[in-house]
């Protein structure tokens, strides 16, 4: 019997509240738990109440279609094409509209997302590495490893009213928490897009992910980095080279 097959035998069953706490102290409790019941109504629910809080903070006191101005600036060739238009003032009111409902529905994107990324680990550990976990306990252990995201937009929060200048304001990068946020934007938008990645909040959530996947599938912590570092890579390269076609 292994050292984490003994603990799950011996661990009292977690409420999703203990789950929750548990992903920043004592991570494998939560992860050995979800081999029991594999749910996230609690990294769900507080995804959901942070979402609609820093969408709130942002609408009050930056305004949307602050938000989409600032997007745009961040590609001239797109607002170069967007000012020279003549319905420029009905085109940056459509999207600031989209920018707003994206941002309320984020958690919407934010499952689907989850849904593609966990499948591709699903495949690749199970199938690759021989591992032996669930789908839904992959499922689950993104959503409790992304938890700690939810410190980078409540850290956000606090920024903006903290008086954070509204025409310096990212919705998609609120705190220089990462590499990207400190570049000049006199740089290509495909680097500051990747460096953006290079997060303190998303590394420790990949973090999580590899032990969470090492438990719940049963394989090694090293079989585990290869296919979520190598999925995280790729994502950030598509990412990367999305931005670089907006120019």
């Known amino acids: 019997m292994t050292e984490l097959t003994a603990a799950a035998s011996i661990q009292t069953p977690l409420t999703e509240t203990q789950r929750c ?6 991570p494998s409790k939560t992860f050995i738990d979800l081999r029991r019941k594999a749910t996230f109504w609690g990294p769900l629910l507080v995804m959901i109440i942070v979402g609609i809080g820093f969408s709130y903070t942002v609408q009050k006191q930056i305004g949307w279609e602050q938000v989409f101005q600032n997007n745009i600036n961040q590609a001239p060739a797109k607002a170069e094409k967007i000012e020279s238009n003549p319905n420029a003032a009905s085109i940056k009111a459509i999207f600031a509209k989209v920018t707003a409902g994206a941002a309320y529905g984020y958690f919407v994107i934010a499952l689907l997302i989850t849904l593609i990324t966990s499948l ?9 590495f021989g591992g032996t976990a669930k789908y839904s306990q992959i499922y689950a252990v993104s959503l409790y490893a992304s938890l700690v995201m939810n410190i980078k937009f409540l850290l956000g929060i606090i920024a903006i009213f903290a008086g954070l200048a509204p025409d310096s304001f ?5 705190v220089g928490s990462n590499v990207g946020y400190y570049l000049s934007t006199d740089l290509p938008l495909w680097l500051r897009s990747f460096c953006a990645h290079l997060d303190i909040f998303e590394i420790w959530s990949i973090v999580l992910s590899v032990i969470g996947v090492s438990i719940v599938a049963r394989v090694s912590k090293g079989k585990a980095a290869v296919v979520v570092v190598g999925w995280w890579i790729i994502f950030i390269l598509i ?3 999305a931005a670089a076609a907006q120019g």
Not at 21 to 26: G, I, L
Not at 170 to 174: D, R
């Open 239 to 241: 990412a990367a080279g």
């Open 120 to 128: 591709l680990v699903w495949v690749s550990i199970n199938f690759g």
């Open 170 to 174: 990212l919705i998609q990068n609120p």
């Open 21 to 26: 706490v548990d992903v920043f102290v004592a």
